[in-house]
Nanobody
Framework: QVQLVESGGGLVQAGGSLRLSCAAS?????????MAWYRQGPGKQRELVAQ??????NYANSVLGRFTISRDNAKNTVYLQMNSLKAEDTAVYYC?????????????WGQGTQVTVSS
């Protein structure tokens, strides 16, 4: 049973930084295909923040230049470095990963970690 466990959330002042980590536990059998971070703010829909597939990354326009996604395949871990945080970054952040199994793709979600940015 594969589980994704996030850590690193918390309360920070506007302009500050946080680093989120998401580690996979259990036997995956291979490296993940895509790994990503999503977030869901109060009263909002869940949105993609950043994604990494192989060495390719893409970001939501709202976080470009401020957030950096990276991964360590040896540890099956994905990170999100968040700088210059704003109050509108306040949300529950979720880790996501998928992996190919033959012709099927299996998807996994973390339980979420709260990030609160005070203005």
């Amino acid at each position: 049973q594969v589980q994704l466990v996030e850590s690193g959330g918390g309360l920070v002042q506007a302009g500050g930084s946080l680093r989120l980590s998401c580690a996979a536990s259990g036997s995956i059998g291979s490296i993940f295909n895509a790994m990503a971070w999503y977030r869901q703010g109060p009263g909002k829909q869940r949105e993609l923040v950043a994604q990494i597939i192989g060495g390719n990354t893409n970001y939501a326009n709202s976080v470009l230049g401020r957030f950096t996604i990276s991964r360590d395949n040896a540890k099956n871990t994905v990170y999100l470095q968040m700088n210059s945080l704003k109050a509108e970054d306040t949300a529950v952040y979720y880790c996501y990963a998928n992996v190919w199994r033959g012709n099927n793709i299996l998807t996994y979600w973390g339980q979420g970690t709260q990030v609160t940015v005070s203005s």
